[in-house]
């Protein structure tokens, strides 16, 4: 089962994708709620249909693999060249609540602010909100010890601050954009 709540729609339908699912950025594919194929036109932008988002998927997974079976391994060379990771911060600091608690923040502050309804103010206080909480989960980061649930929170929040600058910027209604005022 993939789970689809309202709450992802302030996400849905931003990134053009052709018939492969390939974005503008080379080897980038996007495809489901995050991918706009046009199929559905200016009122539904993400890929809603479940159809849809299986022939996408399938398209870029076959184009990826097309690309990945005429490359070369990367050369032993190079792999001698990266140094092994040192891992830096202190695991003291790496506390489950904080990360928890931040997520919560951010799924509040978009659902409240950057949901499908949005207005000037709204947006805003979603900006302030997230420029504030962003700048406290860095420097979190940059002294706790690596983890997948601290590098998802940090992609998590600049993504969230990135799609509310966005929707300051577009004035316009269009898809599930929609600015009140």
Sequence with gaps: PIPVVPAA???CGGILVDQRGRTTLDRLYAVGEC???????ANRLASTSLLEALLW???????????????????????????DWE????????????????????????WNYVGIMRTEARLRRAF???RDLVRHIHDF????????PLVD??????TAYVITQAAMRN???IGCHHRVD
């Design 128 to 130: 302030e909100d997230m």
């Design 87 to 110: 891992s830096t911060g202190n695991e003291h600091n790496d506390d489950p609540a904080l990360v928890a608690q931040d997520w919560v923040s951010i799924r509040h502050i978009m």
């Design 35 to 41: 991918s706009c194929t046009g199929i559905h036109g």
């Design 9 to 11: 729609h302030y996400f």
């Design 57 to 83: 998927g399938v398209s870029a997974g076959n184009d990826i693999a097309s690309v990945l079976a005429g490359r070369d391994n990367v050369s032993p060379r190079i792999l001698e060249s990266i140094p």
């Design 153 to 158: 929170l940090f992609h998590g929040s600049q």
């Design 141 to 148: 980061y940059k002294g706790t010890r690596i983890s997948k």
């Design 171 to 173: 004035k316009n209604s």
